[in-house]
Nanobody
Framework: QVQLVESGGGLVQAGGSLRLSCAASGSIFRIITMGWYRQAPGKQRELVAAMPTGGSSNYADSVKGRFTISRDNAKNTVDLQMNSLKPEDTAVYYC?????????????????WGQGTQVTVSS
C-alpha cells in the first residue's frame, strides 16, 4: 500500500504563487509517474502536470509557462510550483502516483491518490 500526503494549498490572490508538495510512502518498488490533478466544482478531474521517471514532464495547456513540476526521486516527493495563478486555477488539487508495488492481486502497476488540497485564487 502507498500513501500520499499533500501540503501547500491555500488562498491566494490572482497573480500570486503557491507551491504544492506531495510525499509518497509505503511499499513502493518503482515509481512510474508522479503528478498532479485538479478538480473544480462541477468539473471533471483533469491532469495538471506529470513527470514520468526518466521521462519528460508534461503539462495541461492551461498551465504551461506558469506551473512547474519537480521531483526528488530519492525522497519520493513531487512538487508543483504554481505562479501567475488565475481564478480558473481554483480547484482541489490531488497528488497522483503510478507505481509498481505488487500489492493488488493480478496486477503490479497501480494508481494512488492523495486526499486533495484546496487551492483558491481570488479575483
Amino acid at each position: 500500500q502507498v500513501q500520499l500526503v499533500e501540503s501547500g494549498g491555500g488562498l491566494v490572490q490572482a497573480g500570486g504563487s503557491l507551491r504544492l508538495s506531495c510525499a509518497a510512502s509505503g511499499s513502493i518498488f518503482r515509481i512510474i509517474t508522479m503528478g498532479w490533478y485538479r478538480q473544480a466544482p462541477g468539473k471533471q478531474r483533469e491532469l495538471v502536470a506529470a513527470m514520468p521517471t526518466g521521462g519528460s514532464s508534461n503539462y495541461a495547456d492551461s498551465v504551461k509557462g506558469r506551473f512547474t513540476i519537480s521531483r526528488d526521486n530519492a525522497k519520493n516527493t513531487v512538487d508543483l510550483q504554481m505562479n501567475s495563478l488565475k481564478p480558473e486555477d481554483t480547484a482541489v488539487y490531488y497528488c497522483n502516483v503510478n507505481v509498481v508495488d505488487g500489492t493488488t492481486p493480478g496486477k503490479w502497476v497501480n494508481d494512488y491518490w492523495g486526499q486533495g488540497t484546496q487551492v483558491t485564487v481570488s479575483s
